[in-house]
């Protein structure tokens, strides 16, 4: 068993990753912001609770949602009567295309980074100007001495570069 500080502070790491997605599954299950934030709050006490549970190396966000997806079922199970609430075979439908959509992206994710690894230090930079300082093409052209026409044709071909070697990680991935 880990200590717990440790073990704070890797929840803490793994929950702000994924809070954000987690709040938003489970509004588009309830539509009420209100109760959203009341089932949000229970599932993120639940996951804290239950957190000796989560298996490190799996999904969080998976982990996550299967626990917000239970809480939404409590939650159902309180507002019966409301006439205004899905079925549940609909529920169900939600809760795996939103599950396979987060493993998608995480996957997306992994890939993205694997590839931008693989690129050039200058263009890392160029990338990190764009995006990461959220400056525009014009400001980066100035930061790095460089027309805008040749920042855009850069982050253009970055931006293929990227595109095709994401698309050949995911379809290398896909194969057994």
């Known amino acids: 068993m880990i200590d717990s500080d440790k073990r ?26 209100a109760d959203a934030e009341e089932i949000f709050q229970e599932t993120n006490a639940t996951l804290w609770q239950k957190f000796d549970e989560f298996v490190p190396g799996t999904s969080f966000r998976n982990w996550a949602a299967q626990v917000a997806h239970y809480k939404v079922l409590q939650y159902r199970q309180r507002q019966r009567r409301s006439p205004l609430l899905f079925d549940d075979t609909l529920l169900e439908a939600i809760h795996g ?27 890392r930079e160029l990338l990190r100007y764009r995006y990461e300082s959220g400056a525009s093409t014009q400001n980066v052209a100035s930061l790095v001495g460089r027309s805008s026409r040749a920042v855009y044709r850069a982050l253009d071909r970055i931006h293929q570069s990227l595109y095709d070697c994401i698309r050949g990680e995911m379809s290398a991935e896909d194969k057994p």
């Open 8 to 33: 704070t502070d890797e929840f803490v790491r793994l929950f702000t990753g994924s809070a954000r997605w987690v709040f938003s599954y489970i509004l588009t299950l309830v539509h009420v912001k």
């Open 97 to 123: 295309t939103a599950t396979q959509m987060a493993n998608q992206l995480d996957d997306l994710h992994w890939a993205l980074e694997k590839c931008c690894d693989k690129l050039p230090d200058s263009d």
